[in-house]
DNA sequence: GCGACAG
DNA sequence: ATCTTGTCGC
């Protein structure tokens, strides 16, 4: 007998947060901390949320770059109505509906994803880079401003300097690793990189700062960040889309 | 009880 | 996230 493929589907939201929590728990279990994407990347994406109508409508953006350039080369918007509050921890039931929708409107599905948002570096070890992967099957990984849970020691103030975000362990001196603490540019506060899915906790780090050019964050999340806020628009460059049917 | 708390 | 003035530094 062979597997039954897990369908590619949108967390619900039931109003239980008891049922919603256990739900995370199981899916942390498919997680896969391994690097497990194309040696070359050829693409990356970047998603990310924002929201209109004084909340009411949720607005996912999805942007697709040339993973050497980093130029862009399309981009896509989904709206869908908010159906519950933000709740920390459970982020993924509030976004990822519209992300999802966000990214299945891009012209091709690309190599690797970030997302502004935790990876594993979560409660129950499923934020929403991690939940989007396993549900998606594509390499994630998580890009946060600011930390959910763990600790870190002081960071150089370099750039592309880390350092470890762990989370006690009862027992043990080094607690568990989660992710990392990252200066991604020199003089502003650190980002928080962690493994989503299919990536690795020791090439995740190095692998979000090989997307980023002189801002705080990469280039993926920030021009996805930029859509979903409407703080400005990005250049397509459309001579490098894959033509479509009819042009 | 108190502090923390992605977006 | 969103709102929104003032301020620091290259």
């Known amino acids: 007998m062979s597997e039954s493929p897990s369908p590619v589907t949108a967390p619900v939201w039931t109003g239980d947060v008891k049922a919603a929590r256990a739900l995370q728990v199981s899916l942390a279990k498919q997680v896969m901390l391994r690097d497990a994407y194309p040696k070359r990347l050829a693409t990356v994406a970047g998603l990310d949320v924002g929201f209109e109508d004084s909340g009411a409508t949720t607005r996912a953006a999805a942007v697709l770059l040339d993973a050497k350039s980093l130029q862009p080369l399309a981009m896509n918007i989904a709206r869908m109505p908010t159906t519950m509050p933000y709740i920390p921890g459970l982020l ?14 891009l012209p091709t599905s690309p190599d690797l994803v970030l997302l502004d948002g935790h990876g594993i570096a979560h409660p129950r070890r499923l934020g929403i880079a991690a939940h989007f992967g396993v549900v998606t099957g594509l390499p994630a990984v998580g890009v946060a401003k600011k930390k959910l849970v763990g600790d870190f020691a002081a960071l150089h103030d370099m750039r592309g300097a880390f350092t470890p975000l762990r989370v006690p362990i009862p027992g043990r001196d080094p607690g568990e690793q989660i992710g990392w603490a990252l200066r991604s540019k020199p003089g502003c506060l650190p980002l928080f990189v962690s493994p989503g899915h299919k990536v690795s906790m020791a090439s995740c780090a190095e692998l979000v700062m090989s ?28 001579s490098r889309t894959l033509p479509l049917a009819d042009g």
Do not use: K, M
Not at 92 to 105: D, H, Y
Not at 214 to 238: F, K, N, Q, V, W
């Open 92 to 105: 993924s039931f509030r976004e990822l509906p519209t992300l999802l929708e966000a990214l299945n409107g």
């Open 211 to 238: 997307f980023v050019t002189h801002y705080r964050l990469p280039e993926p999340t920030r021009l996805a960040d930029r859509l979903a806020s409407r703080r400005g628009d990005i250049d397509i460059d459309y």
